[in-house]
């Protein structure tokens, strides 16, 4: 046997040990997509179905969108509507902030019998400052009458944004039964942390419970 025909029978070391290509990545990004798509079809039993799901489903499109964000270059941004229950994702394009362009995730979805809450945390300052300067200012780059065609849909100004340098505004979606009031106990959250990692904390879960039981799994 010649040693090219070895080579191609046994290869080296070296070539087990390379790193993911982009097609395997984005093939991760089309599971993390089916599995988003799966939570959204299972049909709730009851009220606190309802919950968790809506929840589960939020928290897997917030890391569906980060992940593809890094990959594709492309902004995203999350507008909740605490009055109606109504969610929206848009993405950042020349134009200013359009609806979002997804097979799996729908730009708009209102919740039924849940409502949520968004409550932005210590850096929604900085980004409310951002935004008014990129939006608002004299000369800005969107600025209203800068671009003919307004023929696309105008989408609300996201309070969350899923930026493609992998960072993300930090903020807590709480999900909690119609007629019932957001500090309750019985509460499903969805908190996005200053590191950026998004965290799902199911009712009377704190925070310092969920960290407690990260670290005795990875013990």
């Not at 799901?53 to 593809?68: I, N, V, W």
């Not at 229950?85 to 730009?107: C, F, K, M, N, V």
């Amino acid at each position: 046997m010649s040693a090219r025909a070895f080579t191609r029978l046994h290869p080296s070391r070296a070539d087990n040990q390379r790193g993911f290509t982009l097609i395997e990545l984005m093939l991760v990004l089309v599971i993390l997509s089916v599995g988003a798509g799966a939570v959204v079809m299972a049909l709730p039993q009851s009220e606190d179905d309802k919950l968790e799901q809506a929840t589960r489903s939020l928290q897997l499109r917030l890391q569906l969108l980060s992940d593809e964000a890094l990959l594709s270059g492309i902004t995203y941004g999350l507008h909740v509507d605490n009055d109606t229950a109504i969610y929206q994702w848009g993405q950042l394009t020349s134009d200013g902030w359009q609806a979002i362009e997804h097979r799996q995730i729908p730009a708009k979805l209102e919740l039924d019998g849940v409502e949520l809450s968004l409550e932005l945390g210590a850096e929604d300052a900085d980004q409310r400052w951002f935004n008014d300067t990129l939006f608002e200012g004299d000369g800005s780059l969107f600025e209203q009458g800068s671009f003919e065609d307004d023929s696309k849909p105008t989408f609300p100004e996201p309070q969350v944004w899923i930026t493609a340098n992998g960072e993300i505004t930090e903020a807590r979606v709480i999900l909690y039964p119609t007629r019932q009031s957001s500090d309750e106990q019985q509460n499903w959250r969805v908190v996005i942390r200053e590191n950026g990692s998004i965290i799902l904390l199911r009712p009377n879960q704190s925070m310092e419970q969920w960290l407690d039981a990260q670290e005795e799994s990875d013990a």
